[in-house]
């Protein structure tokens, strides 16, 4: 009897451990799998998040940016209006009186050295700094006074640079009509080196870039070389030929700006309120 009851017992014992050992075969691949799957929810959520914030963060710095730009513009947009219109509005006997009147206006902005010009549809010029142009200029075929005809305010050109110190630049005008009765295009120079660094300097999330636009037309970039040409100029360059074929998206971006995925990048693109320009 007792062998029997031993032959049982250690059926019953491989019987138990077989059991066991299903149950670890199935059980411990199933648990895996779900840890698994539960760290890959887990890391897909935590990329959500991650990208979440890291888009919060562009658009957050590059209202900022653009905020500051729209900023130091607007002030010597307002500033020149102002000045346009109290020149519309006083009377004097010649244009050494302007002269005089508005010399003080030459050392307002650093970034305005001339101060402003005027150009008459008599085909006449006068320059309140006392530069003189070149025996036959007309101010009539100028685009900076083609570009402030019927405008009420002042209106931003294209950007240039200057043929003397190669500084990139760009011009405002408006119409003006002095009460002597003559009437033209009252226009300044902006010159660009400080917005140009600013611009190079501007790292939103510490690892961007920025490109300052008018249109097409590249304003300021982290590359010197880029200003005052065109997106299209750089046919090989895949985000800036991507940038261009969507121009409708970056002119237009809405109220305060708009985020896109460019070229497999992250984009805030922010209006830069009174330049009709956009910070990218």
Same mark, same amino acid.
């Given at each position: 009897?007792?062998?029997?009851? #031993? +032959?049982?017992?250690?059926?019953?014992?491989?019987?138990?451990?077989?059991?066991?050992?299903?149950?670890?075969?199935?059980?411990?691949?199933?648990?895996?799998?779900?840890?698994?799957?539960?760290?890959?929810?887990?890391?897909?959520?935590?990329?959500?998040?991650?990208?979440?914030?890291?888009?919060?963060?562009?658009?957050?710095?590059?209202?900022?940016?653009?905020?500051?730009?729209?900023?130091?513009?607007?002030? @010597?947009?307002?500033?020149?209006?102002?000045?346009?219109?109290?020149?519309?509005?006083?009377?004097?006997?010649? +244009?050494?009186? @302007?002269?005089?009147?508005?010399?003080?206006?030459?050392?307002?902005?650093?970034?305005?050295?001339? /101060?402003?010009?005027?150009?008459?549809?008599?085909?006449?010029?006068?320059? @309140?700094?006392?530069?003189?142009?070149?025996?036959?200029?007309?101010?009539?075929?100028?685009?900076?006074?083609?570009? /402030?005809?019927?405008?009420?305010?002042?209106?931003?050109?294209?950007?240039?640079?200057?043929?003397?110190?190669?500084?990139? /630049?760009?011009?405002?005008?408006?119409?003006?009509?002095?009460?002597?009765?003559?009437?033209?295009?009252?226009?300044?120079?902006?010159?660009?080196?400080?917005?140009?660094?600013?611009?190079?300097?501007?790292?939103?999330?510490?690892?961007?870039?920025?490109?300052?636009?008018?249109?097409?037309?590249?304003?300021?970039?982290?590359?010197?070389?880029?200003?005052?040409?065109?997106?299209?100029?750089?046919?090989?360059?895949?985000?800036?030929?991507?940038?261009?074929?969507? @121009?409708?998206?970056?002119?237009?971006?809405?109220?305060? /700006?708009?985020?896109?995925?460019? +070229?497999?990048?992250?984009?805030?693109? #922010? #209006?830069?309120?009174?330049? +009709?320009?956009?910070?990218?």
């Amino acid at each position: 009897m007792e062998p029997k009851a #031993a +032959d049982e017992k250690l059926i019953k014992s491989r019987c138990g451990q077989s059991v066991s050992d299903r149950l670890l075969r199935i059980f411990v691949p199933v648990v895996t799998l779900f840890l698994l799957a539960v760290a890959f929810l887990c890391l897909i959520g935590a990329r959500r998040l991650c990208v979440k914030r890291s888009k919060e963060a562009l658009s957050e710095a590059s209202l900022a940016g653009a905020a500051k730009l729209a900023g130091k513009i607007d002030g @010597i947009l307002e500033y020149y209006d102002a000045l346009a219109d109290t020149l519309e509005g006083a009377y004097f006997e010649n +244009d050494e009186g @302007i002269k005089d009147e508005y010399a003080g206006s030459l050392n307002r902005f650093e970034e305005v050295p001339a /101060g402003f010009y005027l150009g008459f549809d008599d085909g006449s010029y006068l320059d @309140i700094s006392g530069w003189k142009p070149e025996e036959g200029y007309d101010p009539r075929e100028q685009s900076w006074y083609t570009g /402030g005809l019927g405008k009420k305010r002042m209106n931003l050109g294209d950007i240039w640079m200057s043929s003397d110190s190669g500084e990139p /630049g760009v011009t405002m005008s408006r119409e003006i009509t002095l009460r002597d009765g003559r009437h033209g295009v009252f226009g300044a120079d902006i010159f660009l080196n400080a917005i140009e660094a600013g611009v190079a300097s501007f790292s939103p999330c510490e690892t961007g870039e920025a490109l300052l636009l008018n249109g097409e037309q590249i304003v300021a970039s982290p590359h010197a070389e880029y200003t005052a040409t065109m997106l299209t100029a750089y046919p090989k360059n895949e985000f800036l030929s991507e940038l261009a074929r969507n @121009i409708h998206l970056i002119t237009s971006p809405g109220e305060g /700006g708009g985020l896109k995925e460019l +070229d497999g990048k992250y984009v805030y693109f #922010a #209006a830069v309120p009174g330049a +009709d320009w956009t910070l990218v």
